[in-house]
């Protein structure tokens, strides 16, 4: 079975600084990893996804995320954080299968917080 | 391009009431899904769909119904609204391809109490 763990509920950061927020996954095969995030009262948007062989992403508005094998970690980054990035941030995993298939399994959540 | 539309946002149940979720998309996606949201727990998946015909279960289907009768369409019916049901549901689609990591489009949400 898989799964992910987002071990910190929130994470708090100043304006400019860089930030991070950790996952880690357990898959039997492969993993395909994202990243969405959530603003108040909206759905779900797409960030990042994990393509094999490239162990740094880069995704929308300056999000990167480092792939680590060894670790299982997928830990999302941004280089300088904004006010604007404050929103809930899921990380999400799929096994890669022989067979197809697109179930998500989510993790539970990190609210990000930047303050001036 | 619409994308993935849900209806209603919003809807207060009384217990024991049933009702169905909409969803629609319009990007032509065979993989459709249902989750739920809830606090500290992430999204849970409901049922889910590869294609018209085709359904299964999640990993919390209990008290919930779906069918695909189209590729555009996945509703989800809730049998006998329960309070425990509470929660925000949402939608998605994406490509089902062999091999290739297809990301997931997400609708608005739909807010729902049971009382």
């Known amino acids: 079975a898989q799964s992910v763990a987002q071990p910190e509920d929130q994470v708090n950061v100043a304006e400019g600084n860089p930030l991070t927020v950790k996952c880690t996954y357990s898959v039997s095969g492969n993993p395909y990893l994202f990243w969405y995030v959530q603003y108040p009262n909206r759905g779900l948007q797409f960030l990042l996804k994990?393509?094999?062989?490239?162990?740094l992403v880069k995704g929308s508005y300056g999000f990167e995320a480092e792939f680590n094998k060894s670790q299982t970690s997928f830990h999302l980054k941004k280089p300088s954080a904004l006010v604007s990035d404050s929103a809930l941030y899921f990380c999400?995993?799929?096994?890669?299968?022989?067979?197809?298939?697109?179930?998500?399994?989510f993790g539970t959540g990190t609210q990000l917080k930047v303050e001036l | 391009n619409a994308g993935v539309t849900q209806t209603p946002k919003f809807q207060v149940l009384k217990t024991g009431q049933s009702m169905t979720l909409q969803c629609a998309q319009d990007?032509?996606?065979?993989?459709m899904s249902w989750y739920r949201q809830d606090p500290g727990m992430g999204l849970r998946l409901i049922h889910y769909s590869v294609g018209a015909g085709i359904t299964d279960q999640g990993e919390v289907p209990n008290g919930y119904n779906v069918s695909r009768s189209t590729t555009e369409d996945f509703p989800l019916r809730l049998l006998s609204a329960a309070p425990s049901q509470t929660s925000v549901y949402f939608c998605a689609s994406s490509l089902f391809r062999t091999g290739v990591n297809t990301e997931a489009f997400f609708g608005q949400g739909t807010r729902l109490t049971v009382v």
């Open positions: 994990y393509i094999t062989g490239d162990n």
């Open positions: 999400a995993v799929r096994d890669v299968p022989t067979g197809g298939g697109n179930k998500l399994t």
């Open positions: 990007m032509n996606h065979e993989y």
